[in-house]
């Protein structure tokens, strides 16, 4: 069974930076388009960044010029590096993406998500 990995969450104080990854566990399983997503107590899921296919990105306000989504499309892993971090990042984040299962066959995957405290 196919699953996203999620990697890089941690403790870090503001200012600092971390370095999330998002792969699938079979890199058969190739991603679409991919979203990283964040979740704080109390506060809906929102979408912080996402890329697609073509490297094109999007970005919500809060984060444009602190944080950047890539993708190595070689090793099928999808990057979100989060510099100049503050303590309302503080949430759980999450990968999303399309993965193309089988031929024509496209499938939505959430991982498991990893935390992100950013804290002094």
């Known amino acids: 069974q196919v699953q996203l990995v999620e990697s890089g969450g941690g403790l870090v104080q503001p200012g600092g930076s971390l370095r999330l990854s998002c792969a699938p566990s079979?890199?058969?399983?190739?991603?679409?388009?991919v979203g990283w997503y964040r979740q704080a107590p109390g506060k809906e899921r929102e979408l912080v960044a996402e890329?697609?296919?073509?490297?094109?990105?999007n970005y919500v306000d809060s984060v444009k010029g602190r944080f950047t989504i890539s993708r190595d499309n070689a090793k099928n892993t999808v990057y979100l590096q989060m510099n100049s971090l503050k303590p309302e990042d503080t949430a759980v984040y999450y990968c999303?993406?399309?993965?193309?299962?089988?031929?024509?066959?496209?499938?939505?995957?959430w991982g498991q998500g990893t935390q992100v405290t950013v804290s002094s």
């Open positions: 079979r890199s058969r399983f190739t991603m679409n388009a």
């Open positions: 890329v697609d296919s073509r490297g094109n990105t």
């Open positions: 999303n993406a399309d993965l193309l299962v089988s031929f024509a066959y496209v499938k939505n995957y």
